[in-house]
Each structure stands twice: as C-alpha cells, then as structure tokens.
C-alpha cells in the first residue's frame, strides 16, 4: 500500500519520535532494580516521545488539533475539520518495567459532512519487533507493507481473546474452548486483533473514549465492532 500524505506525515513523526527508544529501553532494563529510578527516566522518556511528535505534527499540519492521551490538548482551531488523537506510549506500565508489549499510537480523525467524527487513518507501531499498523478508510488494514485480514477460526475452535475484565468474557464465551490474554496495551491488543493473532477483544467503554478512533484498523481487517452499554466488542 502506497501510503496518502496523511498517513505518510504521522508515520514519519512516529519514526522521528521513536528513533532513541532502543537506546532508552537499554537504560530501562538496567535500572529495574530502582523502580523510582525507572519511573523516572520512563516520564522522561514519555515526554520527548510527545514533544516530538506534537513538533512534528504540528510543523506539517499547522491547522490540525491535537488531542493526548494522558488529557491534554493542543487546540489550533476549534472548528477544526482534522484532529489527531495520540498515544505518545500506549502500555506505559510495561515500558518502565522493560516489557516491550507497548506503542506509539495516532489515529486521525476528520469532522465530515453531517458534523460527525469519522477516523481516516491509524498508524500503530511496536516499536520492539519492528511492527508498524496501519490502515486508511477503505483502504484495508496493514501490517510492515502486507496486508492482513481477521482469524477465521470460529466458536468451535480455540479462540484467544484479551481483556482486562476476565469475568464478564468468561460469562459470554461459557461451553466454549477459549484463553484469556491481557497485554496491558490495548492498541496493541487492536493490532493483534487485525493480523488474526486474537480472535476477540473486549473492552469497558469507560475506559475506551480515546481507542474508538484505532477501531478502524479491525473494521479494516474486516474484523466487526459491537459497542454496548458497558463494554467494547471488537472480534473476527
């Protein structure tokens, strides 16, 4: 997939943003033994992922807001058609432990015709295993340039689902052969999702303001999306 100039432009920001994060994980692994130290040079590290990439965003696309995940705002314009919604680090608990199950995440999101929010794009990059997700509206959804698709395995299978509310799946998947896995990144839990390495993923809508944009990339895979009262379905 050739990539529009949107998703080209956060792909690049991601990449910039990204680029000593090897170096910075080394340093995490030696300091897990002081978990202040840890805290520490992990919010450090947070921070220059975010200013890079708010520079970044900012510098080609002066216009567009910028919405974080951790609350703040950057807001050029309040009638603004385009807003990118950005996880500096998704799965922060991980990261200051050394575990590399966590991203950098940004969806863009476009105010169309009828007033609504709509997501265009999404890029989600593990930065540890070199794996970059994206996807476009109608596009499809991809993975380093090959395109994925949702599992097919079925109910009669084995399906593997994540959660943070293991209870609540056990009641809806009871009879059925399943397994429950929580990576402490739901982005990452999404991208799985789309490249068929989980069959389910559900979510409390609380919890989830800032990731409906990321669904795309399973509406992409051709994966379905089921919003309840409490709870996020997305699955295969």
């Given at each position: ?153 079925t109910n009669s299978e084995a399906i593997i689902a994540a959660t943070e509310d ?71």
């Open positions: 997939m050739r990539y529009s100039a949107n998703l080209n432009v956060i792909i690049k920001a991601i990449e910039k943003a990204t680029a000593h994060m090897p170096r910075d994980f080394i340093e995490l692994e030696n300091l897990q033994s002081n978990p202040t130290s840890a805290n520490k040079f992990a919010n450090s590290c947070y921070n220059r992922v975010k200013k890079i990439l708010a520079e970044d965003l900012s510098k080609f696309r002066p216009d567009y807001n910028l919405i974080f995940s951790d609350g703040e705002k950057i807001i050029k314009n309040k009638n603004a058609e385009f807003s990118y919604l950005i996880f500096p680090v998704d799965g922060m608990n991980n990261m200051t432990r050394s575990n590399p199950d966590f991203t950098v995440a940004i969806a863009l999101e476009h105010v169309n015709e009828t007033g609504q929010k709509e997501s265009i794009s999404v890029a989600i990059s593990k930065i540890f295993g070199g794996e970059l997700y994206y996807c476009e509206k109608g596009f499809g959804a991809y993975l380093n340039n090959r395109r994925i698709r949702v599992s097919k395995r293991q209870a609540e799946l056990g009641k809806r998947l009871e009879g059925k052969n399943f397994s429950i896995r929580s990576y402490g990144c739901r982005s990452l839990e999404l991208a799985y999702l789309a490249a068929a390495r989980l069959e389910m993923g559900l979510f409390k809508k609380q919890d989830c303001e800032l990731l409906k944009p990321f669904l795309l990339l399973v509406r992409e895979a051709g994966g379905k999306i089921s919003e309840e009262e409490k709870f996020i379905l997305a699955s295969n």
